[in-house]
């Protein structure tokens, strides 16, 4: 039997980052925030590493033996701010139109902080589902579809 996807081609490497828009949040510019996201996941081996040396500290075990791994409402903000901390260190890799008396503000760890502790949890919590979500960094191209 012939393999009906033969015909189409999906590249799974991913962009190193995209460009991820905070509309409505402006900082000494008349333009919005615009950050250069690299994937929150495996792809992203520094992140992904970072990540697994959190979960592997002993309160986190701990809490994963009494049957409580997952995140609650108590956890969450515990988990907000641990996230802070690997995107800035790990997944923001630039920004655009950050501003501050007429010159750029150079994008640096902590200075993504700085805007991450400035956000409303709302945006930071969209930001994070984004950076996450390996679909938005995939770069796909299908083939042979227009054929059928």
Not at 40 to 58: H, S, T, V
Request: proline share 7%; charged share 25%; with cysteine.
């Amino acid at each position: 039997m012939a393999n009906p996807f033969e015909q189409i081609k999906v590249q799974t490497a991913s962009r190193d980052f995209v460009k991820y828009t905070l509309h409505g949040i402006k900082a000494g510019s008349d333009k919005p925030i615009v950050l250069h996201l690299a994937q929150a996941g495996e792809p992203n081996k520094p992140y992904f590493n970072a990540l697994l040396r959190i979960q592997k500290q002993p309160d986190r075990v701990a809490r994963s033996k009494r049957g409580a791994a997952g995140i609650t409402y108590d956890t969450f903000p515990e988990q907000r701010e641990e996230d802070k901390v690997l995107f800035s260190q790990h997944v923001v890799r630039g920004w655009e139109n950050v501003m501050m008396n007429g010159e750029a503000v150079p994008c640096s760890p902590e200075q993504v902080m700085n805007l991450f502790n400035a956000l409303p949890f709302d945006v930071m919590d969209d930001l994070r589902d984004f950076a996450k979500e390996p679909a938005n960094f995939r770069e796909t191209d299908v083939e042979g579809l227009a054929k059928n």
